[in-house]
Nanobody
Framework: QVQLVESGGGLVQAGGSLRLSCAASGRTFSNYAMGWFRQAPEKEREFVASISGSGRNSDYADSVKGRFTISRDNAKNTVDLQINSLKPEDTAVYYC???????????????WGQGTRVTVSS
């Protein structure tokens, strides 16, 4: 089992920044690729970013490339998502998730956090 707890969400004005963090406990953190997904009201959950267990490889949704940066610290068992130039359409609940392989597909992730809400005002 891997337990994931997100933090760092909040209310921010458009153009602002936030840093989301996900703390993991349980099994060996570096064995898992980590992903961030988000779900806006009345929309399906969508992929945001992912990073391999070593941290050497990462992937981003086209909608966030250049604005979001995923990183991890395997010594601290954390994965962060730096979000810059926030837009109202970034408003969503953001979830971190763990998978045995780096992927953009939610169903390949075995463990999920409870989510942290990001609200961007215009």
């Amino acid at each position: 089992q891997v337990q994931l707890v997100e933090s760092g969400g909040g209310l921010v004005q458009a153009g602002g920044s936030l840093r989301l963090s996900c703390a993991a406990s349980g099994r060996t953190f570096s064995n898992y690729a980590m992903g961030w997904f988000r779900q806006a009201p009345e929309k399906e959950r969508e992929f945001v970013a992912s990073i391999s267990g070593s941290g050497r490889n990462s992937d981003y949704a086209d909608s966030v490339k250049g604005r979001f940066t995923i990183s991890r610290d395997n010594a601290k068992n954390t994965v962060d998502l730096q979000i810059n130039s926030l837009k109202p359409e970034d408003t969503a609940v953001y979830y971190c998730a763990a998978s045995r392989w780096i992927s953009t597909v939610a169903r390949f992730y075995d463990y999920w956090g409870q989510g942290t809400r990001v609200t961007v005002s215009s």
